[in-house]
């Protein structure tokens, strides 16, 4: 049995979490850390000011771990102290919101756990579900009464998981993003996609003297085909092998030749 380490950024009594904590269980060994607060929008950032302190707590019938940091605190602790064995795989989410695009997913906080993980050698999975904003808007997602919004969702990334986890990735994916539409079920479609890139618009807001952070609306418009966007408007699957490769060959090739050139 493969062993799982488990974390999120919309901490660990969001209700996406212990519905993806519950299937994983089916089939796997899981440990979580998770943060203790909502995390959003922090990207892979690490902790350093502050003396980070782990707990052990109960959520639910499972022990799990909640740190004061970011997500991908919660795997470095996740991998190095808390594990027992070294994880197999370390999966990310169930996140508040989809993560698509070039700007979500670089600023999102549950892909850049999956990049920590990445980065430290351990194949990862990050699952994104997308909630209309007349949905968004009503709905508190720390109350336990709405687990039952994540439960396909939960059942769609395990389904993935368990296909991903039997076979390596390829030479060029560091990890896999999964965002997953509202209604979708475990027979719904998919498609493997590409991020969509345009700009998320104006993120800070004036209010009297200060700036406060209000996040956009994706919006479903000029829509490339095999794209992240376009596929979730589409009400499928999207499915996304992402590269933390920073330079292509190409690039770096082309790059060399305009420096040598000139200088």
Known sequence: MA??????????NSVGF???LKELSKEFSVVTVAPTKEMSWIGKSITTKQELELK???LGKFNIFT???????????????VAEKRP???VSGINIGENIGYGRILSSGTVGAAMEASIDGVKAISSSLYIPPEIKKKTNFFDPKNHLMFENAAKITLKVIKILNKKKLGKNVDLVSVN????????????IT?????PYGR???KKKDRYIHINPTIEFKNMKNGTDLKVLSEGKISITPISLELVSKETFSKFDKIIRKEW
């Open 203 to 205: 993120l800070f807001h």
């Open 180 to 191: 997953i539409p509202y209604k979708a079920t475990i027979d719904s479609d998919f498609e």
């Open 56 to 58: 052990k707590i109960k």
């Open 18 to 20: 212990l519905p993806l």
């Open 194 to 198: 590409k991020p969509f890139r345009s």
């Open 67 to 81: 740190l004061n940091g970011t997500p991908a605190d919660c795997v470095q602790v996740g991998l190095y102290d």
């Open 88 to 90: 197999t795989l370390v």
């Open 3 to 12: 062993n799982i380490l488990l974390t999120n950024d919309d901490g660990y």
